[in-house]
């Protein structure tokens, strides 16, 4: 009971998560992404939205609650007001899964736990290779200063560097310098950074880098990121975690490491509708991010009265878009996957042995077994052996005259059709030991 | 990860389950509960609501995939613009928990299974005694015709005997007379009626009531209640099991079955708020129903276009106010409840040993074994043997310079303060035993 209340977002679930929430929560937090929140007004004319994520009602419970150690997950429904793409998971209204560690920790240790937890879970899950791209808000900062960006840009040109895994250099360069206002230098050389990519090695060589060394902020990233390195290698999770410069994240809400995982794998063209495949190669269609988060130390304090700021890291799971591959994946597989755990069906093969169907599912159920009678009074024994092979319940507990009689239960295997006479006293731990 | 997507309502729950719905969706199906719905407005103006419950989201499902047997539970959030009443588990937004049984099946079968499952739960949770009432809108409709309700006022006299629980006879019976318009005698006969309580052995002998027996639809319900009855001995649960007359529920769109648990505990006066105790008793706040339900034949048809029915039989768990019943119940006893499985602590005793936890911890959950770490460079032995205390974490794996040149690990029993070394190869061994 509560394990299934740590499910639904444990305590903290019950008054502070709340999906509906006042607009003002919600505002100054999504940059540019803001635009997807969804509105709402109630009946008495306050402005709510629909949560746009987990993470920022996750950071006003540990204000409103003065929490300042924790660690939890989170299974809920967020809200965007997006373009829905149905074949790669990608929906307005979809569950997200998150991890957070909140506290005051010595460096990066919270931080390398996240990456390993996105790391298990996507290995685990078997969805075929994918890359973790790690980089930090602080090296970004950093590189856009020492590039020439006014301060005040910082976050704009962020969100327009998050587009380079949508769109070529070519194009953000363009919309740096034509929308943003950037000069041509400046795009450029941003260009030479965000084309960068390695591990521990890259943060080594790039705090010999002259310019961005000597600049506070990404001299502060670029340690972090080599300490992270080194306690990934203890997680021994390097062979998919890369330091990516072009790695921005769109979200304002981010002080320091940021990541997102990509899974290698496309959907094949055949599945995705024209409309998906817009930008894509012609091989398929990529699935794209699902995972993403980072450090946030700013935001508990934005909710506390007083400004007390709790660090925090967290990653949030793109559990629907995961859920959308495994579904193609069983389809284009002959496995079935089965949606129950079933494990005998009580039947029988004469009439009006109704109440003995009953009696023997109940005393099953008591003791435990997963068991199931059709609702009819006088089934056909054929539609019931049918109804063990569409759901894939592996036996039949097949109950007859001459069974009752004896004392036992005729104890089938859907798959192999064998059948043997178990008395009524040992028909749990049978069923318990062919349903291990 | 089949069951997580089963436990956030499988399926189903990814498009059709939106906890934003259309107001129309839900209008005309709760009848005066209606008023309770939170009405919201998008940005595009279209008037939208929060879902209410879960029944009538999943009868929309059904309809709109063409649905026509099924079995699934769904725990999600719904919301009621009600008074919350905090101690007592009473929200405005709150989980429920429900599951359904849909489809043509041979009379009262899924009907009984639905009330074995409520008695299973309650039971199992071991909440005190607990009443489950039974009643069926049939017997109802039938009563009001025969003591002289117009037909038009059958659901808005069903609301006010609904009161039944919260009211006295009297004050219910002043609703009917003045606010509803019935005469005093009609009034009265349904009081009687709704004085009775039984079992089988009332739906007998109700059967014999020459007034109630010839309404068609009192008979229908009678005969399906004795049936009923006849499962619920079959399954063992009619020790709680009552049939009740005055068991109405509000909601509209019951067509048969209705059914409502009720514990019979009481929550301590000191712990309820005086608002609360408005009409308890002075021993205490009675907690109230804690799971309904009930046949509704008609609601997957009222969403299909060509009003094809499927007939579904199902039950609401009100899971906030168990488990607001269990906290209280461990906030008395002395036991404390734990909120995390962590399994053993990787610690240790002397400094820069950081990178050794790490890697062990590492290891331990490559093996799945719940392991945990303070996120510190140097944690004091002493605060890491205080984190297990105050947590329930119940071993600590010490790590120390001779430990490590031995190839063992310090393997402290938190509660004992025993501790044994274990060698590393059979560490994950050692802890799976211990905390089996």
Tied chains: 1, 2.
Excluded at 9 to 22: C, I, M, Q, R
Excluded at 42 to 69: C, H, M, W
Excluded at 248 to 273: C, H, K
Excluded at 279 to 296: I, Q, T
Aim: charged share 30%; proline share 3%.
């Amino acid at each position: 009971m509560l394990q299934l209340k740590a499910q639904l977002g444990g305590d903290e679930g019950k008054h502070v998560f709340v999906l509906k929430t006042a607009k003002e929560t919600l505002t100054g937090k999504y940059g540019e992404d803001s635009k997807l929140i969804y509105d709402l007004k109630d009946q008495g004319g306050e402005l709510l939205s629909l949560r746009y994520d987990l993470t920022v009602p996750f950071a006003r419970y540990l204000a409103l609650n003065k929490i300042t150690n924790i660690k939890r997950y989170h299974i809920a429904k967020v809200y965007r007001r997006d373009n829905p793409a149905m074949t790669r998971g990608r929906y307005r209204e979809f569950y997200q899964c998150d991890f957070d560690i909140a506290g005051q920790y010595d460096a990066m240790i919270p931080d390398a736990e996240c990456l390993k937890i996105v790391y298990e879970i996507l290995n685990e899950l078997d969805l075929g290779d994918f890359r973790i791209k790690v980089n930090d808000r602080r090296i970004l900062d950093g590189m856009f200063a020492v590039c020439g960006v006014p301060d005040e840009k910082f976050r704009t040109i962020c969100s327009t560097v998050d587009k380079l895994d949508k769109m070529a250099w070519e194009d953000v360069k363009k919309e740096m310098v034509n929308e943003k206002g950037l000069s041509e230098d400046v795009a450029d050389r941003i260009g030479e950074y965000v084309s960068m990519q390695g591990g521990q090695d890259l943060a080594e060589r790039l705090l010999q880098d002259p310019k961005l060394s000597q600049n506070k902020q990404a001299f502060a990233g670029l340690t972090d990121m080599k300490l992270l390195f080194s306690y990934l290698e203890l997680f021994q999770v390097t062979d998919k975690v890369v330091f990516d410069l072009s790695l921005a994240r769109g979200l304002d809400y981010y002080t320091g490491v940021i990541y997102e995982a990509i899974l290698s794998q496309t959907i094949p063209a055949s599945v995705s509708t024209p409309a998906e495949q817009n930008g894509a190669d012609e091989a398929g269609v990529s699935v794209g991010s699902v995972a993403g988060g980072g450090r946030y130390d700013g935001l508990v304090g934005m909710f506390d009265p007083k400004g007390r700021k709790v660090p925090c890291v967290g990653v949030s799971i793109g559990i629907e878009r995961i859920f959308s591959i495994m579904e193609q994946k069983a389809e284009t597989s002959s496995e079935k996957v089965r949606t129950t755990e079933t494990q005998v069906l009580v039947a029988s093969a004469q009439k009006n042995l109704l109440e003995e169907r009953l009696k023997l599912t109940s005393q099953l159920w008591n003791a435990g077994i997963k068991a199931e009678v059709l609702y009819k009074k006088n089934p056909k024994l054929l539609s019931q052996l049918q109804h063990c092979e569409e759901t894939g319940i592996p036996l039949v507990a097949i109950l007859g005259e001459q069974e009752l009689k004896d004392g036992v239960v005729k104890l089938r295997n859907v798959a192999s059709r064998e059948e043997v006479d178990v008395p009524r006293a040992d028909l749990v731990d049978e069923i318990k030991k062919r349903t291990l």
